[in-house]
């Protein structure tokens, strides 16, 4: 059965796309056929793989406007991992969905002819709850959430929880959350805190994911270079750390 994962929270630097990547590029070494699917207009996950998004042909503003198929779009980045880019295009497509009929439906109905090809597809929302998140969120059975270790991020955090709550009663009755992945994690008093009061307030109800994602530069080298942190430096925390959170979502 296809796992189809949100990646998502409003606020921004909360590492979304440095997740995806990574978390994608896990799934996929460990053996499992995977989607990676960009809803934020700046293309980064394209970026993230030394693909320059806004040079792009074709890309997913073309899917949600009935104009291509999904299958049509996709890029093939490395053995059993897949790509649906994104650029600037997505941008300005996205006050005219606003007005058309199932705008909210538009990815999900694009999606299902290839859930058979995969076991796990995961779509990096983009930081905001405007209709692109909100496609992401209808396509999705689950919701994936990275937490930077700081204070707003935790204020972010709540409203999405908020939100999740009426995608279920108003759009998606079988969204879950998979949890919380706390990233950007450092060894300061404050990064710790964060973290401690996240798990106080909410670890009743939502599960947390170990260990957290170190703040290292090693991640935005690998980004810079256009690879994963598995092929730029494998025996850093930071892989360590993704490995470990494939290995956790893979059950």
């Given at each position: 059965m296809t796992r189809v994962i949100a990646i998502a929270n409003q606020k921004g630097g909360s590492a979304k796309t440095t997740t995806t990547i990574n978390l994608g590029a896990a799934l996929a070494a460990a053996g499992y056929p995977t989607l990676l699917?960009?809803?934020?207009?700046?293309g980064h996950l394209a970026e993230g793989f030394g693909i320059a998004a806004n040079g792009l042909e074709?890309?997913?503003?073309?899917?949600?406007?009935n104009k291509r198929d999904l299958a049509s779009i996709v890029l093939s980045l490395r053995p059993n991992l897949d790509l649906a880019?994104?650029?600037?295009?997505?941008?300005?497509?996205e006050p005219y969905l606003i007005t058309r009929a199932r705008r909210e439906d538009r990815l999900k109905?694009?999606?299902k002819p290839l859930l058979d090809d995969y076991r796990f597809v995961l779509i990096d929302c983009p930081p905001s709850l405007g209709i692109l998140t909100v496609n992401g969120f209808s396509a999705a059975g689950e919701i994936l959430i990275p937490m930077a270790a700081e204070f707003y991020a935790l204020i972010g955090v709540s409203l999405l929880l908020d939100t999740l709550r009426d995608m279920r009663i108003d759009l998606n009755p079988e969204l879950a959350l998979l949890g919380i992945v706390p990233t950007r994690m450092t060894h300061t008093r404050h990064a710790q805190a964060v973290v401690e009061r996240a798990k106080e307030e909410l670890a009743d109800t939502v599960r947390f994911f170990e260990p957290p994602i170190p703040e290292t530069v090693k991640i935005r080298d690998a980004a810079a270079a256009g690879v994963s942190i598995f092929e730029f430096d494998p025996a850093s925390p930071a892989a360590a750390a993704y490995c470990r959170l494939a290995q956790e979502v893979g059950r």
């Open positions: 699917i960009d809803l934020d207009s700046q074709h890309e997913l503003s073309e899917v949600l406007d880019p994104a650029n600037i295009r997505l941008s300005y497509l109905h694009a999606l």
